[in-house]
């Protein structure tokens, strides 16, 4: 049996050192963003492991920039999502501007892809519908909000 519990962003300093991955809802000129996972062979919102030596913060910059080639977007932390023991941070995404619009696959990401509604039998079982819903419900929208700029 799957595990699963979410912890309000209130619980952040005390569980920072245990959060281990990152997902984000991801939005791109008001369609979701969803990526294809060549090893568990379906689509989801990006996101990934954070590396040991990086920021929950860095790690979300980096997975998206990775798994999607997004040069400008908002983060917004919106909840602290705990399955089968491991704690993950989910943001919530706005890409303004890409890399390129069509991605380069490689061994991790097979496609890239925008849609209107998120398709039927993503990975993760609800996961992923699960937290669309909490983010249309959020309250505090546009007070955590990071502005990243990668264009450098």
């Known amino acids: 049996m799957i595990e699963k519990q979410w912890l309000d962003l209130s619980e952040f300093h005390e569980l920072e050192q245990e959060i281990q991955y ?29 590396e040991s030596d990086e920021s929950v913060l860095r790690a979300a910059e ?54 209107d509604t998120l398709p039927e039998g993503m990975n993760f079982g609800d996961m992923f519908y699960s937290f669309l819903h909490r983010w249309s419900i959020y309250s505090a929208k546009g007070t955590h909000e990071h502005f990243v700029d990668l264009t450098f």
Do not use: C, D
């Open 22 to 50: 990152v997902i984000m809802v991801t939005q791109f000129q008001g369609k979701y963003v969803i990526i294809h996972n060549l090893k568990r062979r379906g689509w989801e919102f990006p996101g990934g492991n954070r």
């Open 62 to 115: 980096r997975e998206l920039y990775e798994e999607t080639g997004a040069l400008k977007f908002t983060l917004e932390p919106f909840g602290i999502y705990q399955m089968n023991g491991r704690f993950g941070m989910v943001y919530y995404t706005n890409i303004t501007k890409f890399r390129a619009l069509s991605l380069e696959p490689n061994t991790e990401i097979g496609a890239m892809k925008m849609v």
